[in-house]
């Protein structure tokens, strides 16, 4: 908020050409400055429908970068009261705009996604978490021996 759109401009190209590098699991937690509401309309793959309030310019990019790059907006998926979804609030106006996003693969293994309530990070921005399932490889079964000995 309040930078010029030039400086927007510079950032998102930057952070384009930095997400087209990454190829492996990732999990982005940011304060991207947009609100992106509970409206999907044909953003049904990157949203859920629990967002809050209204949709602006800045939440049009976050979907549109979003969808893109195959992301999904982890924050918007699970139904939580206003209380867990507001991460800024300053002078009576709150808002959604810390959001966490991981690959539309990955979305299965979040189970929930909420702010903490009473946890500040700043004056003005609350701590949003995410519960993530950790899938890893089940490890080899090495094959035994029997030790049986065998008599004459």
């Known amino acids: 908020m309040g930078c010029q759109e030039q400086e927007k401009e510079l950032f998102r190209q930057e ?3 930095a997400m087209r590098t990454v190829k492996e699991e990732l999990i982005i937690g940011a304060d991207m400055n947009g609100r992106v509401g509970k ?3 044909g953003y049904e ?5 629990h967002g809050f309030e209204i949709r602006n310019e800045d939440g049009d990019y976050l979907l549109e970068m979003a969808q893109s790059f195959e992301l999904v907006c982890m924050n918007t998926w699970f139904q939580k009261l206003d209380k867990f979804l507001i991460s800024y609030e300053s002078g009576g106006v709150q808002s959604q705009i810390y959001y966490i996003l991981v690959r539309g693969a990955n979305k299965s293994n979040v189970t929930s996604c909420k702010v903490m309530l009473g946890e500040v990070c700043v004056k003005q ?5 995410m519960d993530f399932k950790m899938r890893g490889r089940k490890p080899k079964m090495r094959k035994r021996r029997s030790r049986m000995m065998m008599g004459p």
Do not use: I, K, N, P
């Open 15 to 17: 952070f384009e050409a």
């Open 39 to 41: 409206r999907r309309d």
């Open 45 to 49: 793959e990157v949203q859920g429908s």
């Open 125 to 129: 921005l609350r701590l949003v978490v």
